[in-house]
């Protein structure tokens, strides 16, 4: 069992930035890897970003590539989102989430634990 805690959440202008963290414990963290996804009211929860187990590697969904940027700490068993350059469409529930299985995992499905979200709203 993995746990996944996030946080740094919160309401932001357009134009701003927020930095989200996800705290892991449980199985060897740098086993896995780590995916960050959102879901916005009304919609299906959607892939924003990962990273490989080393975090050597990233990979980004096309809406956040640019702006958005996935990092982890293993020896802090934690993983980040920064955000930068906020749009009111980035409003959403954001999660994250560990998986087994490569960098380009984007299905929801393939992912095995999962955090509880962290509220991102942002202001036009």
């Known amino acids: 069992q993995v746990q996944l805690v996030e946080s740094g959440g919160g309401l932001v202008q357009a134009g701003g930035s927020l930095r989200l963290s996800c705290a892991a414990s449980?199985?060897?963290?740098?086993?896995?890897?780590m995916g960050w996804f959102r879901q916005a009211p009304g919609k299906e929860r959607e892939f924003v970003a990962s990273?490989?187990?080393?975090?050597?590697?990233?990979y980004y969904a096309d809406s956040v590539k640019g702006r958005f940027t996935i990092s982890r700490d293993n020896a802090k068993n934690t993983v980040y989102l920064q955000m930068n350059s906020l749009k009111p469409e980035d409003t959403a529930v954001y999660y994250c989430?560990?998986?087994?299985?490569?960098?380009?995992?984007?299905?929801?499905?393939?992912?095995?634990?999962w955090g509880q979200g962290t509220q991102v709203t942002v202001s036009s």
């Open positions: 449980g199985r060897t963290f740098s086993n896995y890897t």
């Open positions: 990273i490989s187990t080393s975090g050597r590697f990233t």
């Open positions: 989430a560990a998986t087994e299985l490569g960098l380009t995992t984007t299905r929801v499905i393939s992912y095995d634990y």
